[in-house]
């Protein structure tokens, strides 16, 4: 598969999750086999005002090749510039988020709230993709409520405005992240359009994933939540739509393992202080559904050392195996 003049090895990628899909656990995906990764969304605004926060969260790993950088707001002319600042970073692709249900960001213009006006949509695609000499794509729900649902117009009106992939979350707005993906709205999107559609939701395992690429047609998957807590998800699912194998479960110890080395990570790049708060976040999801969970989930909502985290991780293999 290709967007734009950009390839890639396989056809599972990494979403891009604020507050989640930092460097540290782009780069374990990666490691794990997701074949492109994208930035957490950066406010245009601030990126153009200079803003350091901006600036960390587009830094990519010397691994993240392809990669994207992903950029919110609702002025066209500002997001034009934003994508050329993000040009100093050197992704592959710009990607628009217009599918963030946040209320900080939905009800300021940007994200969702794109959706609610195509017009605008369109000229934030035309201004980026016209600046910059990457490929550009767009993020989208399926709409902004079940009376709203226009997906298609969206991503009709991205492609005629320079778009080269559309990603597709199939909840609307008011959705969240509750109820059921609607594949039948991923499916017409893609044959609605001639550039590539990739397909985001409810990818959890190698069967979910085998169902969207069946039911949409789509061209890719795009894993969100499903990733949290679960990097090996990428190699599980590469194992079994290329070669028809289901890899045996991951053992708690190694589960444990890759925890650990994630945390790491994330301390080299942000400092203990910082990266053991994030920690209690990813750690419990990385001990969801094991033995003891809810008990350790409530010692790690106290972490502050990572010696403590090494302690507590010992204990929780012990314990389930």
């Known amino acids: 598969m290709n967007i734009g003049n950009v390839k890639f090895e396989n056809i599972v990628f990494l979403a891009p999750m604020a507050g989640v899909a930092d460097r540290a656990f782009r780069e374990l995906c990666i490691n794990y086999g997701a074949g492109y990764t994208v930035t957490e969304m ?4 601030g990126l153009t005002m200079g803003d350091k926060k901006s600036g960390e969260l587009l830094t990519l790993g010397e691994t993240e090749n392809p990669a994207g950088a992903q950029i919110f707001g609702d002025d066209p002319e500002i997001m034009a510039q934003a994508a050329v600042k993000c040009l100093e970073y050197c992704p592959n692709i710009i990607d628009i988020n217009m599918g963030c249900p946040a209320p900080k960001v939905a009800m300021n213009g940007g994200g969702a709230s794109l959706m609610k006006n195509p017009a605008l949509a369109g000229e934030i695609v035309k201004a980026v993709s016209s600046t910059v000499d990457i490929p550009v794509t767009v993020k989208i729900r399926k709409g902004w409520d079940d009376d709203n649902i226009n997906a298609i117009e969206l991503a009709q009106i991205a492609e005629k405005n320079g778009a080269s992939a559309i990603a597709v979350h ?22 609605a359009v001639d550039i590539p559609v990739i397909g985001n939701g409810d990818i959890i395992d190698e069967q979910s994933a085998a169902i969207m690429l069946e039911k949409t047609n789509c061209d890719a998957l795009m894993i969100g ?6 990097p090996w998800l990428f190699r599980r699912i590469n194992a079994y739509l290329n070669e028809c194998r289901v890899l045996p479960p991951v053992s708690v110890s190694e589960k444990m393992v890759v925890m650990l080395r994630h945390i790491k990570t994330l301390i080299d790049y942000k400092g203990e202080y910082t990266a053991m708060r994030e920690a209690r976040h990813h750690a419990g999801y990385y001990t969801k559904g094991l033995r003891g969970g809810a008990a350790f989930r409530r010692e790690i909502g106290q972490l502050e050392k990572y010696e403590q985290l090494e302690e507590l991780a010992f204990r929780i293999a012990k314990e389930n195996e």
Do not use: E, F, H, P
Request: glycine share 12%.
């Open 42 to 45: 950066v406010s245009s605004k």
């Open 225 to 230: 939540r499903g990733a949290l807590g679960n």
């Open 170 to 191: 199939g909840r609307t707005r008011t959705q969240m992240y509750s109820g059921k993906v609607d594949y039948d709205i991923i499916a017409r999107v893609k044959q």
